[in-house]
C-alpha cells in the first residue's frame, strides 16, 4: 500500500522510483531526506499542475537509500537516463549541430564531421557548432596538411603517385610515406589546440618553429609554418570575443511563454563562442526545476566540461552538483549566476537568443500542427500522424542497391531512428521487390523487438509501391496506415481508392510530405554514394 510506503520511509539522501498502476516507473528523483521529500508530493499544498497530475497516477514507490547526496545524484542520473520515465524532463535538441571528430585511434588521424558523438568511441570530439562545420574542417586540413582519404588508414600505394591533394599542397601524403607517424600526429596536436581555442599559444608555438627553421635553413619548412599562422590569424578574426580570453565558460539563459521554455546555452572558449545549443521543454514544471533537471541531465553525459557554467537563475541542489561535476570530470567547476558585469551581459545575451529561438520554435509548431491536422483530414487517418517512417530506394542498374528509411516526429527529423538497408535478395533494377524487402525487414524487427510503430508509413512510388508495402503490412498482421507518394506531380496514393489525393499547392500538408520525401532520397542517395565510391577506390587500390 502507498500509504504504508510513506509512513516507513527513512530520513536518510537516496533516490526514489516513483511507478504507476502497472508498475511503469513514471518519475525518479533524489532526496537528502526521502522521507521528507516524497510526502511533499501528497500534502494538500498547491502544486504545479505536472505534480498534482503525476502524484494521482503514483501507485507504489519504491526507493534506494545511499551514503550521501552526491551518490544520490549520481544514481538519479544514472536511472533516468536508463528507464525515461514519462515525468522527468528529455532533453529534446531545437536542432542538431555537427561536432567536429578527430579519429586518434587510427594510426593517422582525419578530421571530420559527426552529427553525434559516438558512444564508446576514442576519437577527439569538438563542438557542437552553429559556423559551417565544412569549412571548417577544410581550413584545418588545408592549414595542417592532414589527410582526406577515407578508410581508417590511409592505403599504402607502392610505386604510385599521391593524390592531387599532396600536389597542391594541402596533403603531406602519410600514404606514400613521405611524413613520419611522429610529425604526423605532432600536426594532429596542433589541429586539436586550435579546436580547444588556443589560438595564442599555437601561434606562438608555430611561430618558434618557423624561427628555427629559417636559422637552419629549411625554407620551404618555414614558409609552411608562416601560411598555417596567416590561415589561424585569419579564422581567429572572424570570431567574435565575448568574454575574458583566459576563460573557458558555458553560458545558459533562457525564454519561456508559459507554456513552453527554450533552454539555451552557449559554449565559450578562450574568450570566444565557438557553438551553441537550444532545448525545448514544455512547462509542466517551475523554471528553477526545469533549469535544475537540465543541468544535471546535460552535463551526465559530456566528455568534457568547462571551468565555469554560469547560469541566469538560481538552480537547486548548487552544492550537490558542484561537488557532483567535480567527481565526475576531476576538477572544480563552479556555478555562478551573475548580478551584474559582463557574465551578466553575457548571460543577457544568451537568454536574448534563447527568445528568438523560442519565436521560431513557436512559429515552427503553429505550422507543423497545421501540417500534421491537414494530413490527418485529407489522408483520412484515424490520428494524427505524430510519427511518419519513409522509404525510398536507390541504385543504379540493379547495382550497389540500398533503401533508406527516414523518421520524423511531429514534423521534425528524429536521425537516431534513422535506418538504411543494403539490399541481399534481389538483383538487377527491380524497385518493388527492393522495396519489399526494406519494409518487411523494417518492421519485422520492429515486431520482434518491440519498438514503436508509426502513425503513418510514406513510400516514394506509384501505386505498385504502394500495393507492395500493403502485401508486407498484411503479411505481417499489421494494421498501419500508408500512403504513397509520386514524383512527377505530387500524387498521394491511398489504399482502396482509384484516383489520388492531390494537396493544394502551398500547403503545409504538401510541404512536410515532400520534405519527408526528399529527406528519405537524400538519405538513401547519400549511403548508394558511399558504397559506389567504396568500390571505386578498393578497384584502384
Not at 581550413?139 to 600536389?167: M, W
Not at 637552419?216 to 579564422?235: G, P, S, V
Not at 527554450?262 to 525545448?280: D, H, L, W
Not at 510530405?513 to 529527406?519: F, G, L, S, T, Y
Amino acid at each position: 500500500m502507498l500509504s504504508d510506503t510513506l509512513k516507513n520511509l527513512p530520513s536518510n539522501p537516496g533516490v526514489y522510483i516513483m511507478k504507476d498502476a502497472g508498475g511503469r516507473t513514471i518519475y525518479i528523483g533524489k532526496a537528502k531526506n526521502l522521507k521528507k521529500r516524497v510526502k511533499s508530493y501528497f500534502d494538500n499544498t498547491t502544486k504545479d499542475i505536472k505534480t498534482a497530475t503525476m502524484a494521482k497516477h503514483v501507485k507504489n514507490i519504491e526507493f534506494i537509500v545511499t551514503d550521501s547526496e552526491i551518490e544520490a545524484l549520481v544514481l538519479e542520473n544514472s536511472l533516468i537516463k536508463k528507464t525515461k520515465p514519462k515525468y522527468n524532463i528529455d532533453l529534446k535538441d531545437d536542432k542538431a549541430y555537427p561536432y567536429i571528430r578527430i579519429t586518434t585511434e587510427d594510426e593517422y588521424p582525419r578530421v571530420l564531421l559527426s552529427r553525434r558523438m559516438l558512444k564508446n568511441s576514442k576519437s577527439k570530439y569538438f563542438g557542437p557548432y552553429t559556423t559551417s562545420v565544412i569549412s571548417l574542417i577544410r581550413t584545418i586540413n588545408a592549414t595542417f596538411k592532414l589527410r582526406d582519404c577515407p578508410g581508417g588508414n590511409p592505403k599504402k600505394l607502392p610505386g604510385r603517385k599521391p593524390c592531387l591533394l599532396y600536389e597542391i599542397g594541402h596533403c603531406f601524403a602519410p600514404c606514400a610515406k613521405n611524413i613520419s607517424n611522429e610529425e604526423y600526429r605532432a600536426l594532429v596536436g596542433d589541429a586539436v589546440d586550435f579546436l580547444n581555442g588556443k589560438s595564442d599559444y599555437l601561434i606562438k608555438a608555430l611561430e618558434k618553429r618557423m624561427k628555427k627553421a629559417s636559422e637552419t635553413h629549411a625554407f620551404e619548412r618555414a614558409a609552411t609554418l608562416r601560411d598555417q599562422i596567416k590561415k589561424i590569424e585569419e579564422f581567429r578574426t572572424r570570431q567574435k570575443i565575448v568574454s575574458t580570453p583566459d576563460k573557458n565558460r558555458d553560458v545558459i539563459g533562457y525564454a519561456d511563454d508559459g507554456k513552453d521554455m527554450i533552454v539555451t546555452i552557449f559554449f565559450v572558449r578562450t574568450g570566444a563562442v565557438t557553438g551553441s545549443r537550444n532545448f525545448v521543454f514544455s512547462m509542466t514544471e517551475t523554471k528553477k526545476d526545469i533549469l535544475t533537471s537540465f543541468v544535471k541531465q546535460f552535463y551526465a553525459n559530456q566528455t568534457s566540461s568547462p571551468k565555469e557554467i554560469i547560469i541566469n537563475e538560481n538552480i537547486d541542489d548548487q552544492h550537490a552538483i558542484e561537488e557532483w561535476l567535480k567527481k565526475l570530470y576531476g576538477r572544480k567547476i563552479e556555478i555562478k549566476i551573475p548580478k551584474k558585469g559582463e557574465l551578466k551581459k553575457l548571460v543577457n545575451l544568451v537568454s536574448k537568443n534563447a527568445q528568438i529561438s523560442l519565436e521560431q520554435h513557436k512559429i515552427r509548431y503553429v505550422k507543423i500542427k497545421e501540417a500534421l491536422l491537414q494530413l490527418k483530414k485529407e489522408l483520412n487517418l484515424p490520428q494524427l500522424p505524430e510519427r511518419i517512417e519513409a522509404f525510398d530506394i536507390s541504385n543504379i542498374q540493379g547495382k550497389n542497391a540500398v533503401g533508406s528509411m527516414v523518421t520524423f516526429v511531429t514534423g521534425m527529423p528524429k536521425k537516431s531512428d534513422y535506418r538504411k538497408f543494403k539490399i541481399r535478395t534481389v538483383f538487377g533494377s527491380d524497385d518493388f521487390s527492393m522495396m519489399k524487402e526494406v519494409i518487411k525487414r523494417r518492421y519485422t524487427r520492429v515486431l520482434k523487438e518491440g519498438l514503436q510503430l508509426p502513425d503513418l508509413i510514406l513510400v516514394d512510388g506509384g501505386k505498385g509501391h504502394l500495393n507492395v508495402a500493403l502485401g508486407v503490412l498484411n503479411e505481417l498482421n499489421l494494421d498501419i496506415p500508408v500512403c504513397a507518394l509520386a514524383k512527377r506531380e505530387e500524387e498521394i496514393f491511398l489504399p482502396e481508392k482509384t484516383n489520388p489525393v492531390i494537396l493544394e499547392r502551398n500547403t503545409q500538408g504538401l510541404y512536410l510530405v515532400q520534405r519527408i520525401r526528399d529527406e528519405a532520397h537524400r538519405f538513401a542517395v547519400t549511403y548508394h554514394k558511399k558504397l559506389r565510391e567504396k568500390e571505386l577506390f578498393d578497384d584502384k587500390s
